[in-house]
């Protein structure tokens, strides 16, 4: 499976932003999908998850009422709606896919996008 990220850029906080993610190669609808994203010098951090039918949702605290993922699946693609942007959600943004069930743990997420840079400034 091949994960393409597009959407990113650069906010003003208080902005929003959706960022997309386009999976190929694979039975996307297979597939538990996840957002996941890494600042500079700092460990990648799950952001949210979404099943394979997309009737269930996971987020990380720090995005919750913020942000919010959803999928296409006839698209192949997976989104993340980013509102009410703070500085501190400046990272590159990662979406990744697994087999299996729902999981906040990137090693348990078995394919992954190249990555997309997100700056939120103040």
């Known amino acids: 499976v091949q994960l393409v990220e597009s959407g990113g850029g650069l906010v003003q906080a208080g902005g929003s932003l959706r960022l997309s993610c386009a999976a190929s190669?694979?039975?996307?609808?297979?597939?538990?999908m996840g957002w996941f994203r890494q600042a500079p010098g700092k460990e990648r951090e799950f952001v949210a998850a979404?099943?394979?039918?997309?009737?269930?949702?996971v987020y990380a605290d720090s995005v919750k009422g913020r942000f919010t993922i959803s999928r296409d699946n006839p698209k192949n693609t997976v989104y993340l709606q980013m509102n009410s942007l703070k500085p501190e959600d400046t990272a590159v943004y990662y979406c990744a896919a697994r087999r299996g069930l729902s999981s906040r743990n990137e090693y348990e997420y078995d394919y992954w996008g190249q990555g997309i840079q997100v700056t939120v400034s103040s």
């Open positions: 190669g694979g039975t996307f609808s297979s597939y538990y």
């Open positions: 979404i099943s394979w039918s997309g009737g269930n949702t």
